[in-house]
Structures are given as C-alpha cells and as structure tokens.
C-alpha cells in the first residue's frame, strides 16, 4: 500500500494533479466508518486545531497528540486494501512532518508554478489577490519557501514537479513517479491542459518583473526540481503582437483623453483665477513688478548657461588621474550606494579603453571589477548595458560577486517609463528587435556575499566568446561583447 498526499499552493492545480493521477489507478480514499467523516472534514479539523494550539514544536509546528493520530489511522485502515492511494489539497502542507512522521511509507508530490503561473491563475478565477500582487507574491514566496523545506529534507519521499508536468498526454511525470517512489503505475493517460488565458499569463509576466526575490527562489524551485518547468511553446506571437497594437491604441487614446481633461481643468482654474484678481492686473505697480521679475529671471538663465559652457569646456580639458578603482569611487561611493563609471577609470581585467557612452568587455571570455569595501547588509545590483554584440551576448551574461553566483534579470530597453513601458518591451520581443537597448542587469546582493569591511569586492562578468566587428563588414577588429556604462551597488529597503 502507497499513501500518496499531493500538495500546491492553488487549489485549481490539486483538483488538475489529483485528476491525472486517478487516471495512473492512484485511488481517493474512501470515508471511514468509525470516525464518521472524510479526509476533507479531518484536513479542515486539523487546521482548525492548529490554528488554535498554542503551544507547539520548537520550529513552530503545532503539536498533533494521540487522538489525531487515532483519526489517522482509522482513514489508513479503511484505505489498505488499495495499493495506491491519496489526495490533494492547498492545506496539506501544514501536516507534511505530520504524515511523513505517522505513516513511514508514505510520499508526497510537490507541485509548484512561476510567480506569473500563480498570479495568471489569480486574474483566471477572478480573485481578489490579483488586485495587490505584491502581496499575492509574497505569500507565494512564504508557501513554496516551505514547500522547498520539506523536499530538501526529505528528498527521498518526494517528488518536486511543476503543474506544466502534468500538460498534455506526456506520460513523463507518471515515469518519474515509479522510478522515484518504486510503484507501478496504469498507463490510460488522455490529453488534458490547465485552462490558461494568453492575455492573463502576459500581465502577469509583466507585474512579476521587478520581483527579483521571488524570482530567485523560483529558479532555485526549478533547479531542485525532479520534474522542472520546459519552455512553453503556445504559437501565440503573431496574435499577442496584434493584441499588443490593439491595446497600445487604446491606452495611447485613453492617455491623451486624459490630458485633455486636465488641461481642460487647468484652463478654467486660470481662468477663474485671473477673473478674481482682475483689479491686481490693472494696478500699474503690479505690472512694474512683475516687469522686474521677469528680467531678473532672464539675467539668471544667463548667468546659468554661461557656467554650463564653462563647465562643458573644462570637462572636455580634464584628463582622468591614473587611480586604482578604489582611489577613484572615493567621491562616488557612500554607506549606502556606490556608483562605478566605467568611462572613467577602472581597477579590472578584461576592458577595453572606455568610449564616450561607456566601456567594451571582451579583452578575454571574463571581465573583473574591484569595487571598494561596503556595508555587509542586503544589497541590490544593477549593472546598465549600453550596446552589445548580440543578444545573445545580453541574455547569457553570468554575474558573481566574490565567487557567488548572482541571479540577475536582465530589464530591456530600461529607459522606457510610464504606463506603456511593459507593452513596448513586449512589442520590441515579439518583433525581435535586433538591440532591444539600453538594458539593466538587476540583481539581489545577499549581506553575506559581500566582502569583509576594508576589504574590496570582486565582480566578475561572464559571457559568450567574443566576437570581432570586422565579422561584420567592420574595420575594428577587437574581440568584443557588452559595452557597460556604470555598475551601481545600494542598499536595499
């Protein structure tokens, strides 16, 4: 006999994976008798309890006594005759250690989704937590932070799949299944597919962006997997471009109505502004001053573009001194940020001479930064990316820091702001704009990653082999990939 409890955080993924599986011979339990409910009934009376207890385990868990285990036991017995059987639901992972502690033989299969599968199956169903994402995703960080807990723990019982394993009539996850918990398994699997909105999963994909944590644990989720997330392949582009022109028509007409309106209400405020204060206008002393007012405001531009000539004069005179990178970021660098110009200056290996709009990494497959000492707290790092050789030079770009691998993300066309600045990264993906520029590179700086104080910080940039612009018809014949601007490192929060 196989006990086997499913667990995932939406319960619209439990019902799919419960489905799929039935269709393997995996059974539902059946209701015992002495105890007089089902499984649904004992889950929802075991949250209630550890809600309620208040006293538990040194980690937090509640403590479940003997007559919870007696109610288990009973649901075990009026299922041995099964040889598997099981059930799945959200709630069960607050009783993992519980079952894995009570019943030795059973496993337990862990399905987890992106940060976007989640927040798509949100604006699916029309749940609130669509409306605060940020808090819909930090609850999805805590759910599967524990989920990935219980699975390094327990390595052995468990099966760590994405939902997408379970797509299609791919019979892989029910191989997966008895190669990992040594059962044998039916084979009368048909094609079944989670419901998914196309225009949901690009919203959602577009609000997870910045959400660089729960990225991170994502990939870890994904790395550890036994069954991990593959490349979706919907055939959508051609229509998601359409859509996209058709949405960005609509919010470029709904913008402008909008600052008509506004306008519209700045011209009636002045208007009744200057009919309140008419008598003010006509008084020849308030003319004179402000007569005076308006030359002393010309006299001013001036002065200030005279000292911007200056300025552009002398920084076109100036010669930078030959300084270690440390030496130079003294003026650039404060407890809470430091801001490396890499047309400046640099304390590194792999760089070419820096250029007007910044520095060409390429002199060798590694390009190394010093950066001076900074606080040991959580940091974030964002490295701005003014040209490339490829995009395949952007998208494969490895950064560490003092010999730990950061999980970056890279933010194309990163200057692009305001409302509109999703649907035109999504518009310059899907008609696959040749240098989609410039870019960021962010990345989440853990405090232990960072060096010891008075000890300066290695960053270390990784890429694809350089290549040679002659290659291209050019007469540069450097070996060149990411041409880096600045590298700036702060404190997070």
């Known amino acids: 006999m196989s006990v086997i409890l499913t667990v995932s955080m939406k319960q619209g993924w439990c019902d799919f994976a419960q489905h799929r599986l039935s269709e393997l011979g995996i059974h539902s339990p059946a209701e015992p008798e002495r105890i007089g409910m089902g499984v649904d009934q004992l889950i929802e009376r075991m949250s209630s309890y550890r809600a309620n207890e208040t006293s538990g385990a040194a980690d937090g868990r509640a403590i479940f006594g003997k007559t919870w285990e007696i109610a288990a036991a009973e649901l075990v017995i009026a299922n041995a005759d099964k040889p598997s059987w099981g059930w799945a639901d959200p709630r069960n992972l607050d009783f993992l250690e519980f079952w894995q502690e009570f019943e030795p033989t059973a496993k337990f299969v862990l399905i987890y989704g992106s940060p976007s599968d989640s927040l798509s199956y949100d604006l699916n169903e029309r749940r609130s937590a669509a409306r605060d994402h940020r808090s819909a995703l930090k609850k999805w960080a805590i759910y599967h932070e524990t989920l990935l807990k219980f699975y390094h723990k327990h390595r052995h019982k468990c099966a760590l799949m994405h939902i997408d394993s379970f797509s299609g009539n791919d019979e892989g996850f029910a191989t997966a299944l ?12 048909q094609a079944r597919h989670l419901n998914r909105s196309a225009i949901n999963n690009v919203i959602a994909e ?98 200030l573009h005279f000292y911007f000539s200056e300025y552009q004069k002398l920084q076109q005179e100036t010669t930078f001194p030959n300084l270690s990178g440390s030496e130079y970021l003294q003026g650039h660098a404060s407890s809470d940020a430091l801001v490396l110009d890499l047309r400046a200056v640099v304390n590194g290996s792999g760089w070419h001479n820096s250029e007007a709009n910044g520095r060409w990494a390429g002199d060798a497959d590694i390009a190394t930064l010093k950066l001076p000492t900074f606080p040991q707290v959580d940091a974030e790092l964002r490295m701005r990316i003014v040209d490339t050789m490829s995009l395949e030079h952007l998208d494969a770009l490895q950064v560490t820091l003092n010999g730990q691998r950061l999980n970056g993300r890279i933010i194309r066309i990163c200057d692009v702001g305001g409302r509109l600045a999703p649907l035109r990264r999504l518009k310059a993906k899907l008609q696959k704009v040749e240098k989609p520029l410039p870019a960021e590179l962010i990345a989440r700086v853990s405090a232990r990653d960072i060096a010891a104080p008075g000890v300066e910080n290695e960053l270390e940039i990784r890429f694809p082999k350089p290549v040679s612009p002659t290659s291209s018809g050019h007469s540069d014949a450097r070996k060149l990939s990411v041409c880096v601007q600045t590298v700036r490192l702060s404190k997070v929060g």
């Open 178 to 189: 008895e190669q990992k918990f040594g059962i044998e398994l039916r084979r009368s699997l």
């Open 206 to 303: 577009r609000l997870c962006d910045e959400m660089l944590a729960e990225q991170a644990l994502f990939v870890e989720l994904n790395d550890s997997a036994d069954m991990p997330q593959i490349q979706r392949n919907n055939g959508e582009d051609e229509w998601l471009s359409d859509m996209f022109a058709e949405l960005q028509t609509w919010a470029e007409t709904l913008d402008r109505a909008q600052q008509l309106e506004r306008e519209n209400l700045r011209q009636k405020s002045l208007i009744e502004q200057l009919e309140g204060n008419i008598e003010v206008w006509e008084n020849s002393d308030a003319v004179a001053d402000l007569q005076l007012t308006e030359l002393q405001l010309r006299q001013v531009q001036e002065e």
